[in-house]
């Protein structure tokens, strides 16, 4: 018996940090389904990672707390999050307060962790696309063989 494919959708869990109110989010999505899977949807303003995960994830993902935190529509200006004198903790201390802070979507797979914006840079940690897919505004990011015909 041979073990399965890493790629084979049974065997390919996918967790996405989600903000239905966000359209990127919302189209990283749909091409995580367009891929054939269904991923574990984590709407994190209702339930934001704990903050040893969120330092797992944003070290697995190459990313620093500085990288994920979202400035519009955000309380970071009145936070004053982008003082230098600021440390890490001091801002992971401002997400598990204000869980808005966090961008999204990450999206976490066998192939890795990432901050998907744009949205299309889900597709570096899918299967292949079943079929064509556009974003919500229409443009086109997957052509009908499951091929991308945008780039990241």
Known sequence: MTEPS??????FDVVIYHNPACGT?????????????????????KTPPARALLVSLLDRAGLTVRDVLREKGT?????????PSLTDADRLDAI????ILLNRPLVVT???VRL??????????????????ARQDGEPVV??????????
Request: net charge negative; charged share 20%.
């Open 75 to 83: 309380p970071y200006a009145e936070l004053n999050l982008g003082d």
């Open 116 to 133: 998907c914006r744009p949205s299309e840079a889900v597709l570096d940690l899918l299967p292949p696309q079943r079929g064509a897919f």
């Open 96 to 99: 598990a307060a204000h869980p």
């Open 110 to 112: 066998p192939r890795g």
């Open 25 to 45: 989010s919302r189209n990283t999505l749909a091409m995580i389904r367009n891929a054939g899977l269904e991923p574990h949807v984590i709407e994190y303003l």
């Open 143 to 152: 052509d009908a063989h499951g091929h991308r015909v945008t780039g990241p």
């Open 6 to 11: 890493p790629i084979a959708p049974a065997a």
